[in-house]
């Protein structure tokens, strides 16, 4: 049975053009990646019951408050039983009125400059969203900038913005840290309430265009990081013990060997 993801694209704000793609490039994926994908907008299916199934949540491109009092109650019961969550380019735009999400995703976005060529550095080479991406990595994409150093709550940056690759006229207010943060992963996720089992999280500001969702290395960025959240044993795709997630069928086998080896396939 492969591990079930929930891919939450609800928007109160900006809307991404590129949500759609997204959606379609991810679906395009899932079978080659076993990887079982429930996309949604419905803001009504964050119930216990409903996000008890998956082994993931994945916050694609949200912005604003698109959950009410009732979800993001369960979403925080979601993550206290070990869920695992993704954050995706806008979602650091989301939920701001809330700040176990804030702290779950790392930071909250701040602003970018226009959007134009830039570069990210490879900060970690071994991580599974990082693997085959050039050290130098150029592409068409918003650098974000962030309203906190997501290192504060634990995190640890897999990419990073070369900001001398591109023109930042905006005035910054915050303090994100250096190297400027663009992609991080936590091992435990920082919103989990204190003695509950954390799942793990990770984060990218990049996947703004159409066009991006198209690019081969990034969405072995993606899928990447999504099989690497999975890979915390956590859940039930990959532990019996698990108290969410998609019940196991079939013998247990070392996860984090056996999402590299799915998302190898799926490139």
Not at 254 to 266: H, K, L, M, S
Request: aromatic share 10%; glycine share 8%.
């Amino acid at each position: 049975m492969p591990a079930r993801v929930l891919v939450y694209s609800a928007t109160a704000g900006y809307r991404h053009d590129s949500t759609e793609a997204s959606i379609k490039a991810l679906s395009a994926r899932a079978s080659s990646a076993d990887l079982e994908f429930d996309f949604t907008e419905d803001k009504n299916l964050f119930t216990d019951e409903d996000l008890a199934k998956y082994d993931a949540i994945v916050f694609l491109n949200n912005s604003g408050v698109v959950l009410d009092d009732t979800g993001k109650a369960a979403l925080q019961n979601y993550l206290n039983l070990g869920g695992n969550f993704v954050g995706i380019h806008c979602a650091a735009d989301a939920l701001r009125d809330t700040p176990f999400f804030g702290e779950q995703i790392g930071a909250y976005f701040d602003y970018h400059p226009p959007l134009q060529e830039s570069v990210v550095e490879v900060v970690d080479n071994m991580h599974p969203s990082t693997e085959g991406l050039p050290a130098r990595w150029r592409l068409l994409d918003e650098m974000y900038n962030f309203q906190s150093d997501p290192r504060a709550v634990g995190a640890k940056v897999l990419l990073a913005a070369d900001e001398s690759s591109y023109s930042d006229p905006g005035k910054r207010m915050f303090d994100h840290g250096t190297p400027h943060p663009i992609a991080w992963c936590q091992e435990g996720g920082a919103g989990v309430q204190q003695g509950c089992v954390a799942g793990r999280s990770w984060y990218t500001g990049l996947g703004h265009t159409v066009e991006i969702w198209s690019d081969e290395l990034f969405l072995r960025h993606v899928l990447g990081g999504i099989v690497w959240a999975l890979a915390s044993k956590t859940t039930r795709a990959f532990n019996r013990e698990g108290k969410v997630g998609n019940p196991l069928t079939e013998v247990w086998v070392d996860a984090e060997n056996t999402i590299r080896r799915a998302v190898t396939r799926c490139m």
